[in-house]
């Protein structure tokens, strides 16, 4: 996005205009035009060199003018409705923002649902999946350690080496025992006639 480039042309308040060169020691400005005022802008390094200002308010304005090249003196009125259109174009860049701002937060949002409605239907999905006699999803490491599992007792070491894994399943076998469709023995785990 290209930026807008910046006016070099300050506005002042004919008002403030004005002031400035009561200040300086013209005590007619208040009758000038802005275009007079503007055209006495363009000498004020001139009529400023040596000259004290009092008033730290004229004193601050008149640095600030004098920073800039090009000074335009608008009417007092004009200068209010340029001020207010101003404030207007901040005012619709700032709610554009946070539109925006809040769009990206309205889009966080919808992928979070969607992550929580995705985990659902997974869970549904795996739910409507074919089970085996002990309730476990057929194809997953539980359910291959139940199918390693007969009237022979074993210990936890056989058993995974019969399902062909890694790793134990005592928290998986605990909840078998629970329910009462293995019971632990001395010499390992064993079904029982459920």
Do not use: C
Not at 43 to 57: A, M, R, S
Not at 70 to 91: D, G, I, N, Y
Not at 101 to 117: A, N, P, V
Not at 166 to 182: A, E, M, P, Q
């Amino acid at each position: 996005m290209a930026k807008k480039k910046k006016r070099n042309v300050l506005l002042v308040k004919q008002v403030s205009a004005v002031k400035l060169f009561e200040e300086l020691g013209y005590k007619t400005a208040s009758k000038w035009s802005p275009e007079k005022l503007s055209a006495k802008m363009k000498n004020l390094p001139e009529l400023t060199d040596g000259v004290k200002i009092k008033n730290p308010k004229i004193k601050a304005r008149l640095k600030k003018i004098l920073e800039h090249k090009k000074v335009k003196v608008v009417p007092t009125e004009e200068a209010t409705e340029l001020a207010s259109e101003k404030k207007a174009r901040k005012a619709k860049v700032r709610k554009g923002q946070r539109e925006a701002q809040g769009q990206l937060q309205g889009e966080k949002k919808q992928k979070r649902i969607k992550k929580k409605t995705t985990k659902k239907t997974t869970k549904k999905a795996n739910a409507a999946k074919e089970k085996d006699n002990f309730g476990s999803v057929i194809g997953t490491k539980p359910a291959t350690i139940n199918k390693a599992l007969s009237r022979k007792p074993m210990i936890m070491k056989e058993l995974v080496k019969r399902a062909k894994l890694s790793g134990t399943y005592y928290d998986h076998l605990n909840s078998l025992i629970k329910r009462k469709f293995v019971k632990k023995t001395e010499k390992g785990f064993v079904l029982t006639g459920k």
